[in-house]
């Protein structure tokens, strides 16, 4: 589980031209956040959204959404935000017979939705204009829950267990 924050605005594209191009794009900072429980095994994703702010409450939201949808026993993998680790999260996720498993500080890479992200970035946000707020975020809405069998190959693909580990031997010191 974890939250992305999407701006509308401009996000260049990959694109090489001979002729300099202009791109239309939103003024302002308007933001859409979500937060979202990937399913590692259907990579389906549960979300929580709204335009203000991720707060404690909305984790508690999300806890109590996986709770009513899944089987037990349910394990939530979470980094390190302070709201996700505060006593009221903490003892909701008790009370509903969630553990919550804490990776360790500055390790975005090893939660897995941090991918997901990536990929819903990459579909909705590059080098696409959006007219207004609500479009942009039906769009992050639409993209996310349809992401499991609309990308079934490229989820595949990236959503896995595959990390690099580092031991000390492999580490040069000078």
Not at 137 to 164: G, R, W
């Amino acid at each position: 589980m974890d939250a992305s924050h999407f701006v509308m605005g401009g996000f260049a594209g990959r694109v090489w031209s001979v002729v300099r191009r202009y791109v239309k794009t939103a003024s302002g900072r308007q933001r859409y956040n979500v937060l979202g429980a990937l399913n590692f095994i259907s990579k389906k994703i549960e979300t929580v959204t709204n335009d203000s702010y991720i707060t404690s409450t909305q984790v508690i939201e999300m806890l109590v959404k996986l709770a009513d949808t899944y089987t037990k026993p349910i394990k939530v993998i979470l980094d390190n935000a302070r709201y996700q680790r505060c006593t009221a999260v903490t003892q909701k996720a008790a009370s509903l017979g969630i553990e919550l498993v804490f990776l360790p500080t500055y390790s975005p890479n090893l939660n897995l939705i941090e991918r997901v992200w990536k990929i819903v970035k990459g579909k909705v946000l590059s080098s696409v204009y959006h007219e207004t707020f609500c479009d942009f975020c039906s769009n992050i809405f639409d993209c996310v829950d349809t992401l499991h069998y609309k990308c079934a190959a490229e989820m595949a693909s990236s959503v896995t267990a595959k990390f690099q580990i580092i031991d000390n031997s492999q580490i040069i010191t000078c």
